[in-house]
């Protein structure tokens, strides 16, 4: 009994390796078949019979994603749209993709990187959807453009044009030349080459102070007089120097006469010129030393008359440049060294700021200036709120902060109304041209809800629509728009708040709105 089922198991199973192997070899023949009649394709349907596609893809970073379809509002794949989906922020941040400054990832953010491609609105990109609106029916079986009811659900509104004539205003997309902004910030320094400390060429007491704090001086003006021992020395010496010059000069013109005459020798003619050469010698070096006390070639001419005067041991002190007196370290009957800083002089004529640039905005600015174009600054103050003075970009510092990741920009500005005062803080604006156009609005005209900003544009008839936009920068009163609306279209600038109250009634009644 036993080995008559072990006999049948032994049959069974033959069978099933003769079936399994049979089935195996349909699979294959078959495979084999839809393959070459184009009918089987390996991996998704949309990249069949693309390996180029494939192969270029696969070269792009980690968050290329294949041909999808693109965010109505924004742009942007939906799959990477976070302005639709706002959980993707958070796997944006972690990968270190993610500007803060416009709260975009840094791979979409074409303010910061104007490289990438943007293609703007065209005029029928940006009323196509509007057409697909005519098409919509609501619950009350009539078109929802045409329902008083419903119509605000597709953020239309219907004006009578008396109300809208005079309600509200509008104007027209602007299209103006594509530029980057950098604002900037940063502290008023000294012009360091019209800068000047003044200290004394020699020590002594001071007797009078001539100029103060806070005034004006013009170079050559008198600061202070210093009664000086050393100077008294100085103007001794060469006193001492000058009369010995006049002797031996004198003795060496009678040696020589006589020494042509024959009447002298020749021993008493060379002692004679030693000695002159030497009286040359310290009269020289006497001279030098009162030059290097300050005085110049007139007052050197006058000291032997300064002895009736008693003026004999004065040290005037005077400036070496016009300025502003910035510093004062010096009073009346005060002592004073030769390495001390009397006083501090600058020409604040002109002022240099130095701003903290951030290295992703380094590229455009270095390429203008390497080009040696004129590169402009508007700087503003709080202490002139309403006044913008102008300066010229001139220098970018070689180092940057490992800290900050920032890097020194110099801005030099006329000062000739000293308003300006070193220490205070800045802004500035700098303006970077771009190759492109982009759509601008008037600010005023940008409304928001919740994350969302958008403008109202008249569509047709007395049909007006909320237009959802991609700003970009704002530019003074105007701001760019990357996508949403088209140049030439009319925007709604003043009373538009009164529309955006009828598309949002519901929120609106729930003070849930901006």
Same mark, same amino acid.
């Given at each position: ?34 393959? $070459? ?6 991996? =998704?349907?949309?990249? @069949?019979?693309? *390996?180029? %596609?494939?192969?270029? /893809?696969? #070269? ?93 659900? $597709? ?6 044009? =008396?109300?809208?004539? @005079?309600?509200? *205003?509008? %104007?027209?997309?602007? /299209?103006? #030349? ?108 006497? *001279? ?227």
């Amino acid at each position: 009994m036993t080995t008559k089922s072990k006999h049948n198991n032994n049959s069974i199973m033959q069978k099933a390796n003769n079936l399994g192997m049979a089935l195996f070899v349909f699979l294959i023949l078959s495979g084999t078949i839809l393959r $070459l009649s184009g009918n089987l394709h390996f991996g =998704s349907p949309n990249t @069949a019979g693309t *390996e180029d %596609t494939l192969t270029e /893809n696969h #070269a792009h970073e980690d968050e290329s994603v294949p041909d999808e379809t693109l965010c109505g509002e924004h742009g942007f794949p939906e799959s990477l749209c976070t302005l639709c989906n706002p959980s993707l922020i958070a796997v944006f941040q972690a990968k270190g993709d993610w500007c803060e400054e416009h709260n975009l990832p840094e791979s979409q953010c074409t303010i910061c990187n104007p490289g990438l491609s943007q293609t703007p609105s065209t005029a029928s990109d940006a009323t196509k959807d509007l057409d697909v609106l005519e098409e919509k029916m609501c619950e009350h079986g009539i078109q929802t453009i045409q329902c008083d009811e419903c119509r605000y659900e $597709l953020g239309l509104v219907k004006l009578h044009p =008396s109300v809208s004539e @005079a309600l509200i *205003e509008t %104007t027209i997309a602007g /299209n103006t #030349a594509k530029t980057k902004t950098l604002n900037l910030t940063g502290q008023i320094q000294l012009d360091q080459t019209k800068v000047v400390d003044v200290v004394p060429t020699a020590g002594g007491r001071v007797s009078k102070v001539v100029k103060l704090l806070g005034q004006n001086v013009n170079k050559g003006d008198i600061l202070a007089i210093i009664t000086s021992d050393e100077l008294g020395q100085a103007k001794a010496a060469f006193m001492e120097t000058q009369a010995r010059l006049n002797l031996t000069t004198a003795t060496f013109e009678r040696e020589k006469g006589l020494y042509e005459k024959k009447v002298s020798s020749e021993a008493d003619y060379l002692d004679a010129l030693n000695d002159l050469r030497a009286a040359e010698a310290y009269y020289t070096a006497a *001279e030098k030393r009162l030059i290097l006390l300050g005085l110049d070639d007139e007052q050197i001419r006058a000291i032997s008359d300064e002895i009736q005067d008693g003026k004999f041991a004065e040290l005037v002190i005077r400036t070496p440049l016009s300025g502003t007196i910035i510093a004062q370290n010096v009073t009346t009957g005060a002592l004073v060294e030769p390495a001390m800083s009397m006083y501090r002089i600058a020409d604040l004529s002109n002022v240099w700021i130095w701003y903290d640039l951030y290295e992703k905005d380094l590229g455009l600015l270095h390429e203008r200036l390497s080009a040696g174009r004129t590169v402009k600054a508007k700087v503003r103050v709080k202490a002139f709120e309403k006044e913008e003075f102008e300066g010229i970009v001139d220098l970018i510092n070689n180092e940057i902060d490992e800290h900050t990741r920032t890097v020194k920009v110099r801005v030099q500005v006329t000062n000739d109304e000293f308003k300006l005062r070193p220490g205070m803080f800045t802004e500035a604006e700098i303006t970077l041209p771009l190759e492109g156009q982009v759509t601008t609005v008037p600010a005023g005209a940008v409304l928001s809800d919740e994350n969302d900003s958008f403008v109202f544009q008249h569509w047709k008839d007395d049909l007006w629509v909320r237009r959802n936009i991609v700003m970009g920068e704002r530019k003074g009163d105007f701001v760019d728009v990357l996508d949403g609306i088209a140049a030439g279209a009319t925007i709604v600038t003043r009373g538009a708040f009164m529309l955006k109250s009828d598309i949002l009634r519901e929120k609106m009644g729930a003070g849930c709105a901006d």
